[in-house]
């Protein structure tokens, strides 16, 4: 007790000790000061005036913290609204608004050398603790040496030796911990879900490429060949049919290049307030030849639909894919072809549904519909589908189907309603 006392006594000393140097180095800036009456202000004057420069820097320390969170809850809600096409405040104002802030590096610096720092005051709490803990407990066993044989120091050293040791748990045994379970078990998982992602992805590009190779490959042979049938008789009086074919081939190969660069190509998207009913309206009348050509009822069965923040001819384009699809796989059903459409509104969701009563997708097939080039169509490019998620998962949103061989088929796009 005596040493806790040294100690506390030690700090006030120090702090007064501080405070009276401030305290003359202001009386001598005042005194070098020339005075602004020919009377010396009172005691009581000093007094007030020194009360009001005080509250003065606290009132402009609190003002600049608001403006600091002010200006970071805003920046926050502009990226996260940006994605919308909605902006709190220009680029200029971003860029001010940056310049108040360190650059990103200098975050991370921070914040590590912030990290830092608490840590080594966390230990440094703890080593103090344990000075305190042995310097008292020594000072109670002298005591108890010189008043009484029986050990009754053992109590509290024993008592406070539970709290220190939980102390020096919650200082250095959670890094061992996480150093020597948690990190290596983490590590462990983040290399094992590397290897399935490669995996996969490794899976993917093969799959593709050799999709591509068929793809471009046949129609070139199929040119070359006939090429060199010209070139060998140049009179032959067919030249100019295997000229045509050649041309044919030739523009196969450009279609699918072409369909391959739009798909691979990163495109721009203008989000906009859009209406999702007036959106599966729009791409229902550019598919309105068609699906009279192929004897289709169409069921709406909504009167008007949330709004979203997208892209309207891009959504456009994912329902008239999704159509087209369905009056395809109409083809095989005799009569009685009929496409249902149904939008719902949740609370963080819409959903649009696109049904249809046609030949329905096989189940080792309903998993490669989304891949690039996968088609079963004789003329399809098998990149409609593929786009067509691309595009849903651009707007945040999802797109899965279930089907049933030879009964139904049926397309679920779900997008994101703004909060």
Known sequence: MALVGFL???????????RLERSRRRCAINECKPSRSPEAASWQEEWHR???DKFHRQAERRLRHIERTTERRLRLANRRLRRFGVRIFDERGLRD???ADPEPHDRGEIEVLRRARRRAAAELSFYWHLMIYLGVIAFLALVNLMTTGYPWFLWPAIGWGIGLFFHYMAVFGSRML??????????REVRREKVVMHTE???SIDELSATIAHEIRNPIAAAKSLVQQMGEDPTSVENADYAKIAIEELDRVERRVSHLLKYAKEEEYTFDPVNLAAVVDSALTQMRAKLDDAAVTVARHYLGGP??????EKLRQVFANVVANAIDALDHVAEGRRLELFIDNGARNATVRICDNGCGIPAEKIDRIFNPFFTTKENGTGLGMAIAKKIVEAHEGRIDVVSEPGRRTEFVITLPLPQ
């Open 8 to 18: 506390i006594a030690l700090c006030l000393f120090i702090h007064f000790k501080r």
């Open 50 to 52: 020194q009360w009001a």
């Open 97 to 99: 608004a940056a310049k």
């Open 178 to 187: 996480r150093e020597r379970y948690f990190e290596p078990a983490v590590e």
């Open 201 to 203: 992805k490794q899976a």
């Open 307 to 312: 709004t979203i923040f997208g892209d309207q």
